[in-house]
């Protein structure tokens, strides 16, 4: 179900498989492949040349935003064994491993980003930009790469967003 608006340059795979929430916004020049399930959820922001690609799950909660440039992997061809990799093989030669990526409410990934599969995001957890995600990031903190590396920065302020959220949705009631 389709609720928000995907831009005319924006490309979908598998749409039947993608629900957009009211007021959610996918940028012209993105590439989505909705697998499994992609569902996003309510005022969500999706910046232009962002990909969501693998063939698994994507789960993105109300009011998160993903940055221009984010890559989303919700699957990966395994390279480590006797397998043949690549969409143009047939599935019987490869080893294809499908997962999920959940990105929480409120949560704010940066430019250039890549999210591994298997990731959780956490709400209201921000990433600075051009961050390489590949474990789980904990609820409410500030991360940036700072050498390659994800490190903790600082608290966000949950009680001030959700009031500011709360807010929001009590002048949209009228």
Known sequence: MI????????KIINLENLHLGEKSQIDDFCFIN?????DIGRNVHIGSFTSIVGGGECIIGDFAG???GCRIITGSDDFSGPFLTNPTVPSEFTNVTLNKVEIGR???IGTNSIIFPGVTI????????????HKNLKPWTVY??????LRELKQRNKQAILEMEYQ??????D
């Open 168 to 173: 929001y949705l009590l002048s949209q009631s």
């Open 122 to 133: 956490g709400e209201g957890c921000a990433v600075g930009a051009g961050a390489i995600i």
């Open 144 to 149: 940036v790469s700072i050498d390659g590396k």
């Open 106 to 108: 409120h949560a704010i």
């Open 66 to 68: 993903l940055s221009a």
């Open 34 to 38: 909705a697998g499994k399930i992609t």
């Open 3 to 10: 609720n928000g608006t995907i831009y005319n340059l924006a």
